[in-house]
């Protein structure tokens, strides 16, 4: 896709950074892929840059010295940077797939709609933070948590969030908007008397009542963290930090940790940040002393999207609800999820320290990490996005029309492609899912909406090009990066993937396995 524009001598004409790749360009010997996945990331890179595009190579390029005002236009595609443009910065984007987002670039025009609009970022839920201590939510620790919970009782709609400390650090929000995108489709959110667009609750919901109020408890956060770890404290084989990328400020935090706690030799210790912040580490002198003691900072690049650990098997340690999240799926590792002085100390262990002062009134009768949530066969129900009227429909809306037929596969939840499902084998690998381990080759694939990555299009692109692709998707809800997927198998392979948003009433009627026809933009179910 991006050879053929640079081929055609398609150039930005706005400003244009480069997202993370599949290859550390400074450190490439860190790689551990095939040698030919190593040589396609090359040859998309090169194709990029020759279309004028920057190469910052960050998930993070705003606090990489790229930062959009308050109420600039944008066009961003990368789920972490969508949410934190909108929330901390108050630009304006949309959730942009892949493709879309170089279209933007390539012409400088976005569509006028969704988020680019005023009107369409007043709040809509409001969360109460309801007897969560003040210290608490002092801690690092817990914002990739609310944002967990938060994310996956949103779906895609706009949270408000009343009860934050007006002294929120910019990467705290950035941890906690990263995690709602992550267990959600969220693309902003607002914190009164923290965000720029939410001085009063009344602001943040341009004078309308909110459409629900819901109360976030100590014991819904202590819920979260046993989602958040799929594996119970013990041994460990990696820490991984960075995700979104890694800050000068918490670099600041995490040097006095590592020298006072270095890893263990066997332990692999590794920080994912940017080229800006690793230059400022040369220059303060600090990147020899992380090395010194063990830790790899890897730069362009983040473990959950390249081969980079050495680990095979094992628990991945983490204080990012991003990496969390996609681990599992991603890389194969199961992971135990804790603060940043926990994962250093449980590295210079070999074993999961716990800060039990730290946690101590989130604490349950038993063990506290994973908790025995979240494991195999006690499969914890995130799913419970509020359920407002649909409008009626007349008819079905096909957001890519084609014809195809299959049995459904019904999703009990919202599905992130990437993390979420494999394009070579058509197999769900999201453990936290309800379906895991079902396979969507030839189904019809019904679910209420997309979620997590913006990356879902490339997904799917793939899984159209290996043959492992449903037959067909139909949702409750408009999902544009799903059907921007499917509108590119078209262009690239000529197979064209319907992709249907239908009526609640017909929705319900969906049952699992039922033989669904989508033909003549009618949906039939027999």
Same mark, same amino acid.
């Given at each position: 896709?991006?050879?053929?524009?640079?081929?055609?001598?398609?150039?930005?004409?706005?400003?244009?950074?480069?997202?993370?790749?599949?290859?550390?360009?400074?450190?490439?010997?860190?790689?551990?892929?095939?040698?030919?996945?190593?040589?396609?990331?090359?040859?998309?890179?090169?194709?990029?840059?020759?279309?004028?595009?920057?190469?910052?190579?960050?998930?993070?390029?705003?606090?990489?010295?790229?930062? *959009?005002?308050?109420?600039?236009?944008?066009?961003?595609?990368?789920?972490?940077?969508?949410?934190?443009?909108?929330?901390?910065?108050?630009?304006?984007?949309?959730?942009?797939?892949?493709?879309?987002?170089?279209?933007?670039?390539l012409t400088g025009r976005a569509p006028d709609v969704g988020l680019h609009r005023a009107e369409n970022r007043r709040g809509q839920l409001l969360f109460r933070l309801a007897g969560v201590p003040a210290r608490?939510?002092?801690?690092?620790?817990?914002?990739?948590?609310?944002?967990?919970?938060?994310?996956?009782?949103?779906?895609? &709609?706009?949270?408000?969030?009343?009860?934050?400390?007006?002294?929120?650090?910019?990467?705290?929000? &950035?941890?906690?908007?990263?995690?709602?995108?992550?267990?959600?489709?969220?693309?902003?959110?607002?914190?009164?008397?923290?965000?720029?667009?939410?001085?009063?609750?009344?602001?943040?919901?341009?004078?309308?009542?909110?459409?629900?109020?819901?109360?976030?408890?100590?014991?819904?956060?202590?819920?979260?963290?046993?989602?958040?770890?799929?594996?119970?404290?013990?041994?460990?084989?990696?820490?991984?930090?960075?995700? *979104?990328?890694?800050?000068?400020?918490?670099?600041?935090?995490?040097?006095?940790?590592?020298?006072?706690?270095?890893?263990?030799?066997?332990?692999?210790?590794?920080?994912?940040?940017?080229?800006?912040?690793?230059?400022?580490?040369?220059?303060?002198?600090?990147?020899?002393?992380?090395?010194?003691?063990?830790?790899?900072?890897?730069?362009?690049?983040?473990?959950?999207?390249?081969?980079?650990?050495?680990?095979?098997?094992?628990?991945?340690?983490?204080?990012?609800?991003?990496?969390?999240?996609?681990?599992?799926?991603?890389?194969?590792?199961?992971?135990?999820?804790?603060?940043?002085?926990?994962?250093?100390?449980?590295?210079?262990?070999?074993?999961?320290?716990?800060?039990?002062?730290?946690?101590?009134?989130?604490?349950?009768?038993?063990?506290?990490?994973?908790?025995?949530?979240?494991? &195999?066969?006690?499969?914890?129900?995130?799913?419970?996005?509020?359920?407002?009227?649909?409008?009626?429909?007349?008819?079905?809306?096909?957001?890519?029309?084609?014809?195809?037929?299959?049995?459904?596969?019904v999703l009990d939840e919202p599905l992130s492609l990437w993390g979420g499902l494999d394009p070579t084998t058509g197999d769900i690998i999201d453990q936290r899912h309800p379906q895991w381990g079902r396979n969507?080759?030839?189904?019809?694939?019904?679910?209420?909406?997309? &979620?997590?990555?913006?990356?879902?299009?490339?997904?799917?692109?793939?899984?159209?090009?290996?043959?492992?692709?449903?037959?067909?998707?139909?949702?409750?809800?408009?999902?544009?990066?799903?059907?921007?997927?499917?509108?590119?198998?078209?262009?690239?392979?000529?197979?064209?993937?319907?992709?249907?948003?239908?009526?609640?009433?017909?929705?319900?009627?969906?049952?699992?396995?039922?033989?669904?026809?989508?033909?003549?933009?009618?949906?039939?179910?027999?």
């Amino acid at each position: 896709f991006a050879e053929r524009l640079a081929v055609g001598g398609a150039r930005v004409a706005v400003p244009t950074t480069l997202n993370v790749g599949a290859v550390d360009l400074l450190h490439p010997e860190v790689f551990r892929g095939p040698a030919q996945a190593g040589q396609w990331a090359t040859r998309m890179r090169r194709a990029y840059e020759a279309m004028g595009c920057r190469p910052t190579f960050t998930c993070a390029p705003y606090q990489a010295m790229h930062r *959009p005002p308050f109420g600039a236009q944008i066009a961003w595609a990368e789920s972490n940077a969508i949410v934190f443009a909108n929330s901390v910065l108050g630009a304006r984007t949309n959730r942009y797939g892949d493709f879309i987002d170089i279209c933007c670039a390539l012409t400088g025009r976005a569509p006028d709609v969704g988020l680019h609009r005023a009107e369409n970022r007043r709040g809509q839920l409001l969360f109460r933070l309801a007897g969560v201590p003040a210290r608490l939510l002092g801690e690092d620790v817990v914002y990739p948590v609310l944002g967990y919970w938060l994310g996956a009782r949103t779906g895609t &709609k706009i949270p408000v969030i009343e009860g934050l400390p007006p002294e929120t650090t910019e990467d705290q929000l &950035k941890a906690l908007g990263a995690a709602a995108a992550s267990s959600g489709g969220v693309a902003l959110f607002h914190a009164i008397g923290v965000t720029p667009e939410a001085p009063t609750r009344d602001a943040a919901f341009q004078g309308q009542p909110p459409e629900a109020v819901i109360d976030v408890s100590l014991d819904d956060l202590r819920a979260t963290l046993g989602i958040l770890s799929t594996a119970p404290d013990g041994p460990i084989q990696v820490v991984a930090l960075g995700s *979104p990328h890694f800050s000068l400020d918490e670099f600041a935090r995490l040097l006095p940790l590592v020298e006072t706690h270095p890893p263990r030799p066997e332990v692999e210790f590794i920080v994912c940040t940017h080229r800006l912040a690793l230059a400022a580490l040369q220059q303060r002198g600090w990147l020899a002393r992380l090395r010194a003691r063990g830790v790899q900072v890897i730069v362009d690049t983040c473990v959950v999207v390249t081969p980079i650990v050495r680990a095979r098997g094992g628990v991945l340690m983490t204080n990012s609800g991003k990496f969390a999240h996609y681990s599992p799926g991603n890389i194969g590792l199961q992971v135990v999820y804790g603060s940043l002085e926990e994962c250093v100390r449980s590295a210079a262990a070999g074993a999961v320290w716990r800060d039990e002062a730290l946690w101590l009134w989130v604490e349950e009768q038993g063990s506290r990490g994973a908790g025995g949530q979240g494991r &195999k066969g006690r499969r914890p129900r995130t799913f419970l996005f509020p359920r407002s009227p649909a409008p009626p429909r007349l008819t079905n809306q096909f957001l890519i029309a084609g014809e195809a037929t299959g049995p459904a596969l019904v999703l009990d939840e919202p599905l992130s492609l990437w993390g979420g499902l494999d394009p070579t084998t058509g197999d769900i690998i999201d453990q936290r899912h309800p379906q895991w381990g079902r396979n969507v080759t030839g189904r019809v694939l019904v679910m209420p909406v997309g &979620k997590g990555s913006s990356s879902a299009s490339s997904i799917l692109l793939e899984a159209v090009r290996l043959g492992t692709a449903p037959a067909a998707i139909v949702l409750a809800e408009s999902d544009a990066i799903l059907a921007l997927g499917a509108a590119v198998a078209r262009e690239m392979y000529g197979l064209a993937l319907p992709v249907v948003v239908v009526g609640r009433s017909v929705y319900d009627q969906i049952q699992d396995g039922r033989q669904l026809e989508l033909s003549d933009l009618e949906v039939t179910v027999s």
